[in-house]
């Protein structure tokens, strides 16, 4: 708390003080600014942290390899759907129709959005 909003808090007419308030509380609507901005900070941070958690995460995984011998489907984009912690693949042809492939194209069981880019993948 800055020492402007503890001066403010200590001359509040409800704590015994001397305050110049008329109609709402100066030292409340203060402290409310300051909770506010203070959510948001929470916030960033945590957002923050998420996203180097996650890095870190990346960072610790093996690289996303191709099974040996798999091969592209001839005249179709290869498509990786994340949703969630669960990832599908298939393909899409040329009207953009999905075409499900049960055979999971990955030596690892989970990839990442980038691996799957340099390998050839449409992200979605």
């Known amino acids: 708390m800055d020492a402007k909003l503890e ?5 509040c007419k409800k704590r015994g003080g001397d305050c110049p308030c008329i109609g709402r509380c100066q030292a409340m609507d203060a402290v409310d600014r300051e909770l506010g901005g203070v959510s948001i900070e929470e916030r960033e941070v945590k957002q923050k942290r998420e996203r180097l958690e996650s890095v870190r995460r990346r960072l610790a995984s093996p ?6 011998g798999f091969v592209f489907a001839p005249n179709l984009q290869p498509v990786i759907v994340f949703d969630g912690d669960e990832a599908t ?5 040329d009207d953009g129709e999905w075409v499900s ?3 999971w194209p990955f030596n690892e069981d989970y990839v990442w ?3 799957c ?3 050839g993948f449409r992200v979605e």
């Open 7 to 11: 001066a403010l808090v200590k001359r």
């Open 63 to 68: 690289m996303a390899t191709l099974k040996t």
């Open 89 to 93: 693949f298939g393909y899409e042809d």
């Open 113 to 115: 959005a980038d691996d």
């Open 101 to 103: 492939q049960n055979v």
């Open 117 to 119: 880019e340099r390998l």
